[in-house]
Each structure stands twice: as C-alpha cells, then as structure tokens.
C-alpha cells in the first residue's frame, strides 16, 4: 500500500484512490447509458435555491 501525502492527495493510499476512481467511473457511465430524460437545468437551480434559502434561514 503507497501512502499518499494529504498535500498531493485527498486519499490516504494510491489504492484507495483506485477504488474511489473506480466506483466513480462506474456511476458515470450507468447515468450515460440510462435513457431516462433528465432534469431539466432551471428545475435543478430552483431546487437548489429552495434548499440554500431552507439553510439560511436556520
């Protein structure tokens, strides 16, 4: 196991990093290959804004 410095990376070992790039990969190409239709962007930013007022509120 490569241990990796907190400067260079945010992962503490080279495999870590893998297993994170990896599952991240994976993610990526399942949403590219779903043919469900996406968000549209105005809605996404709405729901967002709903989210940020929700917490500045608090």
């Given at each position: 196991?490569?241990k990796?410095?907190p400067i260079?990376?945010?992962?503490?070992s080279?495999?870590?990093e893998?297993?994170?790039?990896?599952?991240?990969?994976a993610?990526v190409e399942a949403r590219?290959?779903?043919?469900a239709?996406?968000?549209?962007?105005?809605?996404?930013?709405?729901?967002?804004?709903?989210?940020l007022?929700?917490?500045?509120?608090?």
């Amino acid at each position: 196991m490569t241990k990796l410095s907190p400067i260079v990376s945010e992962f503490a070992s080279t495999e870590e990093e893998e297993a994170y790039d990896a599952w991240f990969r994976a993610k990526v190409e399942a949403r590219l290959a779903d043919k469900a239709p996406g968000i549209p962007h105005e809605e996404v930013m709405a729901r967002m804004q709903a989210i940020l007022d929700r917490h500045a509120q608090d």
